[in-house]
């Protein structure tokens, strides 16, 4: 395929709010389940190993129109419940046997209570992931529910996995992690040969195939981003922070790039790269899963974190390690982790001397010309006074 033809192909996944892709794998496989997760993280080692297909599950973004949800949430929260909600209401996840709520915030863990009682056939589960110190026993504590998990998966699909079969799904995670790291790296290095819009929807088309289909289209597209070099351009190097759970729309990533920036490292769809490094496939699986949990420097509004300094210096280490010239703090209207930690990571930044803006946004917004100006003019007062 040219390159062209994948980023059709991956569009055409993004837009289709029907999961048509996971239909017909279901289709093709009969005997097999799928199961949704939403962001931030999910164990989808698991959900692989046990016979699902992991469904990302990230709203309907600006193309769908919200009327039930409404009814289901106040005004003063996130739009992401509101359109999960209304896909549900709207028949389009009625192929999910499972859906996994990550501890992400308060709304989505009421969510899933919400989507107990809206639909009691469906296995739900709410991921409460470790938020104390104590390296060992949290540890124990998220092995413990990952061993839970794993039994309640299994019951739903009718295949409890050996040691080996999980070992089988965890390198295949690594693998997909490793080429996820591959294209970020390419995109920090190259931005001008990997456009985020690019990646971002190769992405998010990931999130609705088998990782094994994800990572034969990823490797294509390197293949093809190697035939088809662009040209760099005078732009801005910058870093989109806050965007970790409802995703911006594309609309919103275009217009900051064509704005005369490259977005250099972000945020988005960070389950794909919460592990940082590959989970060892030697050693009891459950348990490498929870250690590589642990042991992992991913910093997150959603997680606890142990140095009080962490937040202060996060951004100036973030800026720093992909060249960045400043920072587009991007966030979601009404989202409480994001909104909580930007005060402080906004500070760190600015005792570092790295220039930030700062705007809002929901995923329905479908005027961008406001985030086009604010980016431009960040992008031009960087090179205009960003030596100074």
Not at 102 to 122: E, F, H, Q
Request: charge should be negative; proline fraction near 7%.
């Amino acid at each position: 395929m040219t390159r062209a033809e994948l980023v059709e192909w991956a569009r055409d996944i993004y837009d289709d709010l029907d999961f048509t892709v996971v239909r017909q794998w279901l289709a093709e496989h009969p005997t097999r389940k799928a199961a949704g997760y939403l962001p931030v993280y999910a164990p989808r080692e698991l959900l692989h190993a046990t016979g699902f297909l992991p469904v990302g599950v990230h709203g309907g973004g600006d193309r769908l129109e919200i009327i039930r949800g409404d009814a289901f949430y106040q005004s003063y929260i996130c739009h992401l419940p509101r359109s999960v909600i209304e896909l549900a209401q709207s028949g389009r996840l009625d192929m999910l046997s499972a859906v996994l709520f990550p501890s992400t915030c308060d709304v989505i863990r009421n969510l899933s209570g919400m989507w107990k009682l809206l639909y009691p056939d469906v296995y739900v589960r709410y991921i409460d992931v470790p938020q104390v110190p104590d390296p060992g026993a949290a540890a124990e504590f998220w092995a413990g529910e990952l061993n839970h998990l794993l039994d309640d998966l299994a019951g739903v699909s009718g295949h409890r996995p050996t040691d080996d079969e999980l070992r089988h799904s965890i390198a295949v995670y690594n693998e997909t992690r490793e080429m996820i790291r591959t294209l970020y790296a390419l995109r920090r290095e190259r931005p001008w040969d990997v456009p985020t819009e690019e990646l971002y929807l190769l992405l998010r088309a990931g999130e609705s195939i088998p990782p094994e289909t994800f990572l034969a289209r990823a490797r294509q597209y390197l293949a093809a981003v190697e035939a088809d070099p662009k040209r760099p351009r005078d732009n801005s190097r910058v870093v989109i922070v806050g965007a970790f759970c409802e995703q911006p729309p594309l609309g919103l990533i275009k217009s900051i790039e064509r704005a005369g920036c490259y977005i250099v490292d972000d945020d988005f769809l960070l389950g794909n790269r919460f592990l940082t490094h590959d989970v060892p496939a030697d050693a009891n699986p459950v348990r490498a899963l929870a250690d590589a949990f642990i042991r992992n420097d991913m910093a997150s509004s959603v997680l606890y974190e142990i140095d009080p300094m962490g937040k202060r210096n996060l951004m100036k280490n973030r800026v720093a390690a992909a060249s960045a010239d400043g920072i587009i703090f991007a966030t979601p209207s009404f989202c409480d982790p994001a909104l909580l930690d930007q005060p402080m990571l906004r500070a760190g930044a600015e005792t570092a001397g790295i220039p930030c803006i700062a705007f809002k946004y929901a995923e329905n917004t479908g005027q961008f010309q406001q985030f086009r100006e604010q980016a431009g003019t960040f992008a031009d007062s960087i090179k205009l006074w960003g030596a100074a």
